[in-house]
């Protein structure tokens, strides 16, 4: 089976772009879960889509915006990119009625 | 709100000894318990959980936890790292079956020679 991908996994930007990363869950996964990692602050919850709702949403801006397809695929928005939102993003999918979540490889965002 | 307490940010270990990675977490009428490792460039992997039954929990790659209700504190153990174990790990708790993960700071793990 295979795992939770990311695309891209490496992305440039400059300050004031917009950036719309991808997650593919694991298939039969219903639930996509978001989290920026960065060295300071750790893991941090972005939101989370279940069957194409969103369930659960973090702390952050307006500017951070998600979505979920039929086919379970997600998508994240960061509009007006900030020098402060370089980080590992990583996405996460859990199957129905499962109490883990199964991580992709992330994606790096760079900003300049 | 649930939150997740790693005191230590890093420890460096000798390989072949044995490590704790300590973990407390906020107290909750039920709460799920995970540890997580990340190795340098890769997502995370599951170590090891516990929902209920059993307190000591045993995972992958020789890992186990104890679960203490009292103490609130879910802390991890190997009784001998080898240099492969250098990595980060994560402890994460939620209280509802896959939602409301809350994840600690972190522990680096160095792993010595």
Redesign the interface.
Known sequence: KAG?TQTPRYLIKTRGQQVTLSCSPISGHR?V?W?QQTPGQ??Q?LF?YFSETQ??KGNFPGRFSGRQFSNSRSEMNVSTLELGDSALY?C?S?P???????????TRLTVL | AQSVTQLDSQVPVFEEAPVELRCNYSSSVSVYLFWYVQYPNQGLQLLLKYLSGSTLVKGINGFEAEFNKSQTSFHLRKPSVHISDTAEYFCAVSDRPGQNFVFGPGTRLSVLP
Do not use: K, M, T
């Open positions: 939770v639930s879960s989290y750790g893991l919850f989370e369930r659960n990583l996460a859990s129905p009625g499962v109490d883990e979540q199964f991580f992709g490889p992330g």
